[in-house]
Structures are given as structure tokens and as C-alpha cells.
């Protein structure tokens, strides 16, 4: 984490890249203009283009390793040169449409995203003088531009780097939006008893077998004088029974 001072002026300026997402801006007995912004990346070498024409000529440029199709080209001050439809070698290249500002042998900017970089105007949000933002999203590898305020005397004012870098690193381009969602992977560990098993013996049925003597007979013969008694007597009854097991 860093902190840089700088003095606004009646030109936009813009501060280094930033190495982390957000930053505090403290300033002191002026107000300034700011904005969040791309990075303000200069090409390798030099480039001339002129507004008659869509092709891009450079010198001591590396356009096949710094640019890419899509990649918005701007001048030194900020202003929209073209988007790139085509890379030749490392010293030409053909934009969409003709350059809409010509540029003769001097330095240009870039973005790989196709968008140009902001700078601070009039119009810009205002940290009044002997204010704090403590938290602005700027993303890491961007810039913030600045402007003073018409009127205000110049005077410094800090930008300091709010947390730690991450792995993308240096003019990535890449501004993180305003709110971050963070996903926390929650895992739930349940465990599920294993299902009862209930056995439950039932006793066989009870079989009783009655047997039931058959009636008893008895035959009385009188005989005279003589009486002969005959007596039948039943057979013994016979009960069994079948008690379950245990």
C-alpha cells in the first residue's frame, strides 16, 4: 500500500496506476474535480495517422504484442484516435474508420476494451478542500484523474491505496464495480442414522386338540329274578395342547 501527492491544475493530470481497488483521497485547503478511470497506457515507439485515412503507421511500436482487435487508441491528451480492426505487423495496423485526430509522430495511448480513458473535467465529482473520501473503487492497475476546481489555488492533496494487491497486476484495465459479492462456499455434513430394523417373532398359533370321549352308553337288562348290570363306561378323555414356543 502507497500514498501519493499530487497538485491539481487547470489541466486533467492523472495519478500513477493504482495497485489495489480502492484508495482514500485526503485533501488539503483546495477542492479538486476527480474521476476513476482505464490506465493511461502509452504505446512502445511513436505512431502517425492522419484523418483521411484508417491505417496507423509506427515507428519503434510493438503493435502485435501491446494491442489487440478491438483496442481503443486515443492521443496524448485523451482524445478517441480509433478502434483497431486489424494488425499487420508491429508498425501498422487499420482502424474501423478513418482517424478521428491526427497524430504526427508522437506518442498514443491505449486500452485493450475498446473504451477511452476518462479524465477529469468541470463536471467531475468534487472533494471539497480539507476533506477525506476514505473509500473510492477504482480498480486495480487504473488511474484517478484530477483537475482543480476554477477558481481554487492549487494545493496538494494525497492519494493513499486502500488493502492489498491481488493477482491482477499492473495496467490491467479492469475497474471492480462498486459492490462485490462474495461467495462462500458453505458445506453441510448431515448424517443420517441408519433405518431400525425391528424383528418382531410372532408365536405360531396355539393348537388345542380336545378329544372329547364319545357318550357314555349304559344298557340295564333286568332279568327276574336275576338282575345283570352293564355298565359302559367312557374312555379315559385325552387332551393335548400345543403351546407355542418361546
Known amino acids: 500500500m502507497a500514498s501519493y501527492v499530487y497538485t491539481a491544475s487547470g489541466s486533467a493530470n492523472a495519478s500513477a496506476n493504482i495497485a489495489t481497488d480502492k484508495v482514500r483521497i ?3 485547503s483546495s477542492p479538486i474535480h476527480f474521476t476513476n478511470s482505464f490506465p493511461n497506457v502509452a504505446l512502445t515507439g511513436t505512431v502517425t495517422c492522419s ?16 494491442l489487440n482487435i478491438g483496442a481503443w487508441i486515443g492521443n496524448a491528451t485523451g482524445n478517441t ?9 508491429n508498425t501498422s495496423l487499420t482502424l474501423s474508420a478513418n482517424a478521428e485526430v491526427a497524430i504526427a ?4 495511448k491505449y486500452n485493450p476494451f475498446g ?4 479524465i477529469a473535467t468541470a463536471n467531475s465529482e468534487i472533494i471539497p478542500a480539507n476533506s477525506t473520501e476514505r473509500t473510492i473503487i477504482v480498480g486495480q492497475g487504473n488511474i484517478v484523474s484530477y483537475l482543480n476546481v476554477s477558481g481554487a489555488s492549487a ?4 492519494i493513499t491505496e486502500l488493502g492489498m494487491p491481488h493477482a491482477n497486476t499492473g495496467t490491467s484495465g479492469i475497474i471492480i464495480p462498486a459492490t462485490l459479492t462474495v461467495t462462500t462456499s458453505t458445506t453441510t455434513t448431515t448424517t443420517t442414522a441408519a433405518p431400525t430394523t425391528t424383528t418382531t417373532t410372532t408365536a405360531a398359533p396355539t393348537t388345542t386338540t380336545t378329544t372329547t370321549a364319545a357318550p357314555t352308553t349304559t344298557t340295564t337288562t333286568t332279568a327276574a329274578p336275576t338282575t345283570t348290570t352293564t355298565t359302559t363306561t367312557a374312555a379315559p378323555t385325552t387332551t393335548t395342547t400345543t403351546t407355542a414356543g418361546p
Open 81 to 89: 484516435v480509433g478502434v483497431v480492426a486489424a494488425i499487420h505487423n
Open 26 to 28: 485526503a485533501t488539503t
Open 105 to 108: 509522430g508522437a506518442t498514443a
Open 51 to 66: 484523418t483521411s485515412s484508417a491505417v496507423i503507421t509506427g515507428s519503434g511500436t510493438l503493435f502485435v504484442s501491446e
Open 115 to 118: 473504451v477511452p480513458y476518462t
Open 155 to 158: 494545493a496538494p492533496f494525497s
